[in-house]
Each structure stands twice: as structure tokens, then as C-alpha cells.
């Protein structure tokens, strides 16, 4: 197995963990505060719009030639900081919410 292919399969493996993580939070945010709820859900989308960004890098990744794969991995690993950030700042936001309840 080629590394692009082993790299492509490892980052759908993590995706697919933060797929079910980001659904499991959409669903506890049926249990909040209608304002709370739109704050959250405003960060949601953003965690959303960077998720479906990194989809479509992984995918381009499949597309590419070896030489490629060096500068779509950069992009790749940085577009995937983004969205672990911003998905740590929803988590960190709900759960202050949950708190002040």
C-alpha cells in the first residue's frame, strides 16, 4: 500500500471519530436554552463548514499524484487543526452552559 493510501485511510479513520462526536454534540444541543441553543448552534456550523473543508482536502489527496502529497498533507494537517479548534471551542462553550444551568 502506497503512503498516500495508508495517510488517506488513517484521516477518514479520524474523520469518522469526529463525525460521531460532532453528531453527539448537535444532539445535546436539543437540550439547551433556546438563546443558548442558536450561540452554540452559530458554532456548530462553524465546526461544520472546516469538517466538510477537510473532506474535501482528504478527497483531493485521493485525486493527486505522489509528488502532490507533501503540500496537500500540509494543508490537510492545517485544516485539521482548525477544526479540532473550533470544535474544542463549542465542547468548552456547552459544557460552561450545561454548567450554569
Do not use: P
Not at 485525486?63 to 502529497?69: G, L, Q, V
Not at 473550533?86 to 460552561?96: I, L, M, W
Amino acid at each position: 500500500m502506497q503512503k498516500q493510501e495508508v495517510y488517506r485511510e488513517k484521516l477518514q479513520a479520524r474523520m469518522a471519530q469526529y463525525d460521531a462526536k460532532f453528531d453527539e454534540l448537535k444532539a445535546k444541543s436539543q437540550e439547551m436554552q433556546a438563546d443558548a441553543k442558536l450561540e452554540f448552534l452559530e458554532q456548530i456550523d462553524q465546526v461544520d463548514a472546516k469538517r466538510r473543508s477537510l473532506k474535501k482536502q482528504v478527497e483531493e489527496l485521493q485525486k493527486n499524484s505522489k509528488d502532490a502529497i507533501e503540500d496537500i498533507e500540509h494543508g490537510i494537517e492545517k485544516a485539521w487543526h482548525e477544526m479540532e479548534t473550533a470544535f474544542d471551542k463549542a465542547v468548552d462553550h456547552f459544557t460552561r452552559k450545561s454548567a450554569d444551568k
